[in-house]
C-alpha cells in the first residue's frame, strides 16, 4: 500500500545534539513537508519541497535543515540551535503542488529533548 | 495574511449527540481551497473533506456534513449521532491560489465522545 513511512515513532536525544527525523512516501508524490505540531498551537510548517534538489523554509525553519536528494525522501535534521525542540513532527506530501491538492501526512515523530 | 480560527479548544459530548465544529478563515484571495482533518490517537492527519471557494454547496457523507458560507468566512462540520470513534482533533485548514504550497491549519478542536 502506498503511504508515508516516518520513523522512528519516538526519539530521545539530549541538548546540544543534532538528530535526523526519516521520512518516506511511496506515492510518487512531487511535494513534501515538515510540520511541528505543539500543543494548542496547531501545524506549523518548517520546510517544504515542491522537486528534487530543490527546498523552501516554512514559517519556522530556524533551527532545522533538510534536503531532497531523492523524491522518495525527505529527512529533517533539528539541529542544535533550535530552541524548543522537543515537539511531535509531521511529514506530508501531494500530487504536483496544487493548491486545491490534500495533504497525505505520515503517522509522525515524537521527539523529546531533555 | 491568511488565517484560519477554530475556537472551540475542546468539546465533550454523549455519544448520539449532534456535535458542530466551527471554523472561521481569513483571506485576502477570491480562490481558494478550504479542508477538514481528523487527527486521531495515533497521529496521523486524515484528509475529510475539500471545498473550492466558488462552491458553496453544503456537503453531506454519512454521518458528517460541511457547512459553507462565505458571507460569514465559515466552513463548520458537523457530526450527527456522534460516536466514540469520532473522538479526534479536528483540524480546520486554507489553501490560497497565491501561495501553492502553504496550507494554514488553525489549532484545532479536541472532540471527545463518551459514553
Redesign the interface.
Known amino acids: 500500500d502506498g503511504g508515508i513511512t516516518q520513523s522512528p515513532k519516538y526519539l530521545f536525544r539530549k541538548e546540544g545534539q543534532n538528530v535526523t527525523l526519516s521520512c518516506e512516501q511511496n506515492l510518487n508524490h512531487d511535494a513534501m513537508y515538515w510540520y511541528r505540531q505543539d500543543p494548542g498551537q496547531g501545524l506549523r510548517l518548517i520546510y517544504y519541497s515542491q522537486i528534487v534538489n530543490d527546498f523552501q523554509k516554512g514559517d519556522i525553519a530556524e533551527g532545522y535543515s533538510v534536503s531532497r536528494e531523492k523524491k522518495e525522501s525527505f529527512p529533517l535534521t533539528v539541529t542544535s540551535a533550535q530552541k524548543n525542540p522537543t515537539a511531535f513532527y509531521l511529514c506530508a506530501s501531494r500530487q504536483g503542488d496544487n493548491y486545491n491538492s490534500p495533504l497525505h501526512f505520515g503517522n509522525g515523530t515524537r521527539l523529546t529533548v531533555t | 495574511a491568511q488565517k484560519?480560527t477554530?475556537a472551540q479548544?475542546e468539546i465533550s459530548v454523549v455519544e448520539k449527540e449532534d456535535v458542530t465544529l466551527d471554523c472561521v478563515y481569513e483571506t485576502r484571495d477570491t480562490t481558494?481551497?478550504l479542508?477538514w482533518?481528523k487527527q486521531p490517537p495515533?497521529?496521523?492527519?486524515?484528509?475529510l473533506i475539500?471545498r473550492?471557494s466558488f462552491d458553496e454547496q453544503n456537503e453531506i457523507s454519512g454521518r458528517y456534513s460541511w457547512n459553507f458560507q462565505k458571507s460569514t468566512s465559515s466552513f463548520n462540520f458537523t457530526i450527527t449521532a456522534s460516536q466514540v470513534v469520532d473522538s479526534a482533533v479536528y483540524?480546520c485548514a486554507l489553501?490560497?491560489?497565491g501561495?501553492?504550497?502553504?496550507?494554514t491549519?488553525?489549532?484545532?478542536t479536541r472532540l471527545q465522545v463518551t459514553l
Open positions: 484560519v477554530q479548544t481558494y481551497y479542508f482533518y495515533s497521529g496521523e492527519l486524515v484528509f475539500r473550492n483540524f489553501s490560497e491560489a501561495t501553492a504550497s502553504k496550507l491549519f488553525g489549532t484545532g
